[in-house]
């Protein structure tokens, strides 16, 4: 809890009481029961007030300075610290790909000014400071050229903007893709949860095959089509358009825009062409490479396999079947459109700063 403004220590509380009570008169063993305190607690507070009431009440009531142990390593020092490691990660010839506080530790003692630091300040310097090079996360930098213009046409999108004007009430978007899932049976039943011990899955499991999940996840409305499928391919991915074209809205609609990516069942060489044959009022709008980070149908899929496929102990195909359609007829009764927030603007200015992180 913190501290109420104005509110003092009990130390300087127990000082100022200790010379309140000396000015009533009080003697050091009457103030010391009083106080519930030692007796040479008293009688130090007393000396130290009368050798320091010249510098005022409050000064003579507060802590004497205190030395401290002195700095071994000061800023110049720490500083020495972190080049030397900065150094050694970015221009080492060692063969190792990841460092340990004990692999630099080894680095840094060969200074001799740094010679006696130990294994735990190292440690300490390192995380505090601000930089930390030795940490590390992948990235997948665009390789597609045109990657921000194609980007933007699906950002533009969600925002409901089509080539520069707001779509109508009657154009849809659409989010697709597949799914394929591992049919896994465990070993062993689970055992329930007990007093002290979580459920406890069997880790070792059976595979009982795959099946394709294939999906549409409506943008504006919020809503979801699915089917189930022995595998991957346009056939398939075929049927789930259809299953979602023959019925209102999207039957009658201006447009409706598929947002894809380049999977071999929606190619983008291929598949604007089949499904505009297919539907006269469908567009696909097709995904630059590596960015399936752009299909809302992947937040849709993330639940699913956070909510029903983590952890997966099913008999056979038919059992997970049920299970994935049960769940979609369930979510829909919750489900709303995803709240996305992330635009072409934002696309621009994050690769803008990317590219000069880079120079």
């Known amino acids: 809890m913190a501290k109420k403004k104005g509110c003092k220590s009990a130390r300087l509380v127990i000082r100022i009481l200790i010379i309140l009570l000396a000015d009533k008169g009080k003697t050091i063993v009457a103030t010391a029961d009083t106080l519930g305190c030692c007796e040479q607690t008293v009688l130090n507070q007393r000396?130290?007030?009368?050798?320091?009431?010249?510098?005022?009440?409050?000064?003579?009531?507060?802590?004497?300075?205190?030395?401290?142990?002195?700095?071994?390593?000061?800023?110049?020092?720490?500083?020495?610290?972190?080049?030397?490691?900065?150094?050694?990660?970015?221009?080492?010839?060692?063969?190792?790909?990841?460092?340990?506080v004990a692999d630099l530790h080894r680095v840094v003692t060969q200074e001799e000014s740094l010679a006696g630091l130990s294994h735990g300040s190292l440690g300490r310097f390192l995380s505090q400071n601000a930089l930390k090079p030795w940490r590390y996360r992948y990235w997948l930098f665009p390789r597609d050229p045109d990657f921000v213009n194609k980007a933007c046409v699906i950002l533009d999108l969600y925002a409901g903007f089509w080539e520069g004007q707001r779509l109508g009430p009657d154009e849809y978007a659409l989010s697709a893709d597949e799914?394929?899932?591992?049919?896994?049976?465990?070993?062993?039943?689970?055992?329930?949860?007990?007093?002290?011990?979580?459920?406890r899955v069997?880790?070792?499991?059976?595979?009982?095959?795959?099946?394709?999940?294939?999906?549409?996840?409506?943008?504006f409305r919020g809503m979801v089509f699915?089917?189930?499928?022995?595998?991957?391919?346009?056939?398939?991915f075929n049927q789930l358009v259809d299953l979602v074209m023959t019925q209102a809205p999207y039957q009658t609609a201006g447009r409706v825009f598929w947002i894809v990516d380049g999977?071999?069942?929606?190619?983008?060489?291929?598949?604007?062409?089949?499904?505009?044959?297919?539907?006269?009022?469908?567009?696909?709008?097709?995904?630059?490479?590596?960015?399936s980070w752009l299909n809302q149908i992947e937040i849709y899929f993330s639940i699913v396999q956070r909510k029903v496929l983590t952890p997966l102990d099913v008999a056979d195909k038919e059992a997970l079947t049920k299970r994935l359609l049960g769940f979609q007829d369930c979510y829909q009764e919750v489900a709303k459109p995803f709240s996305w927030k992330f635009t072409a603007t934002d696309l621009k200015k994050r690769l803008e700063a990317v590219q000069e992180f880079s120079l």
Not at 54 to 62: C, I, Y
């Open 202 to 219: 069997e880790f070792e499991y059976k595979r009982q095959g795959t099946v394709a999940y294939h999906a549409a996840w409506d943008v």
């Open 179 to 199: 799914k394929t899932i591992q049919v896994l049976s465990r070993c062993h039943p689970s055992l329930p949860a007990v007093p002290g011990y979580a459920q």
């Open 263 to 291: 999977g071999s069942a929606h190619h983008r060489n291929t598949f604007p062409a089949r499904l505009s044959n297919m539907y006269a009022n469908a567009v696909a709008v097709s995904l630059p490479v590596h960015a």
């Open 226 to 236: 699915g089917r189930m499928a022995p595998n991957t391919c346009i056939a398939t």
């Open 47 to 100: 000396k130290r007030f009368l050798a320091r009431r010249s510098e005022g009440p409050v000064t003579a009531l507060e802590d004497l300075p205190r030395s401290g142990r002195p700095v071994t390593y000061g800023p110049q020092e720490r500083a020495q610290v972190i080049a030397i490691v900065c150094e050694t990660l970015w221009k080492h010839e060692l063969p190792l790909s990841r460092f340990s």
